[in-house]
């Protein structure tokens, strides 16, 4: 199942606190039940990127995060590329090296041809956080019906993210606190629709949609719409 977690500073240069390391590993313990198999933690200045991992595809070195040629491009994937193969038949043509035989790592390779447009080269249930640090951007992405869960807020200048929003509770910034419309929603329908959770200041991104985060801006915005 996996899991996946993090944080990006709305400054993108703040150097990591004190103790970073140890909360990103104190948030991923929040989702071991996801991904026993492993974590992965990536820290530096102005990111955060962890995970826990169900291994399935490359049992061998399929770690995350996953990069690019020169490290500039981290990414984590709570899910599966069903046409990984594909996608890297193609990028290995177009001079990409890989170093694993991961779904995972086919993300950043595909970032560095397309961009956002790369979420709609993908076939898959997915959802991922991209960190390209040439440009200080943070790039999450959630598969077409929303299949893999990820619910993000920002705290204290800082955006959060998390496959359960649990997770976001370890950090402390995060002061939970009831989201009255949620829990109407969930009285009325027995479950919160996105973009609302249940927790007041966490949203879950809708499906079909990307987050980026860049310059000190959020912005939310569907990337594919159902063709009749």
């Known amino acids: 199942m996996c899991g996946i977690t993090g944080w990006a500073n709305l400054d993108s240069h ?18 071991v039940h996801r991904g026993p198999d492993s974590e992965g933690l990536f820290v530096t200045s102005g990111v955060a990127l962890g995970m826990r991992r169900l291994a399935i595809i490359d049992l061998v070195t399929g770690e ?19 046409n990984y193969r594909e996608l890297r038949t193609d990028l290995e043509k177009r001079g990409h090296a890989f170093r694993s035989a991961s779904d995972t ?21 997915f959802a991922f956080a991209l960190w ?16 893999k869960p990820l619910y993000w807020g920002v705290f204290d200048n800082t955006l959060l993210f998390a496959s359960e929003p649990k997770v976001l509770l370890a950090h402390p910034s995060v002061k939970p606190a009831l989201n009255l419309q949620a829990l109407r929603q969930y009285l009325s329908f027995d479950y919160v629709p996105a973009p609302l959770s249940i927790y007041d200041g966490i949203s879950k991104l809708p499906a079909a949609h990307k987050l980026v985060l860049e310059d000190g801006r959020v912005e939310v ?4 719409c159902l063709s009749y």
């Not at 996953?66 to 491009?73: G, I, L, M, R, T």
């Not at 390209?132 to 299949?147: C, M, V, W, Y």
């Open 14 to 31: 703040t150097p990591p606190p004190d103790g970073a390391r140890e909360l990103l590993h104190s948030m991923c313990e929040r989702i």
């Open 64 to 82: 995350q995060p996953a990069f690019n040629e020169d490290k500039s491009v981290a990414v984590i994937l709570n899910g599966e590329i069903y």
């Open 105 to 125: 790592e086919v993300l950043p390779h595909l970032y560095e041809e397309y961009g956002d447009e790369m979420l709609r080269e993908l076939n898959g249930m």
């Open 132 to 147: 390209d640090s040439k440009r200080r951007r943070l790039l999450i992405g959630r598969d077409r019906f929303g299949e």
């Open 221 to 224: 915005e569907r990337y594919w």
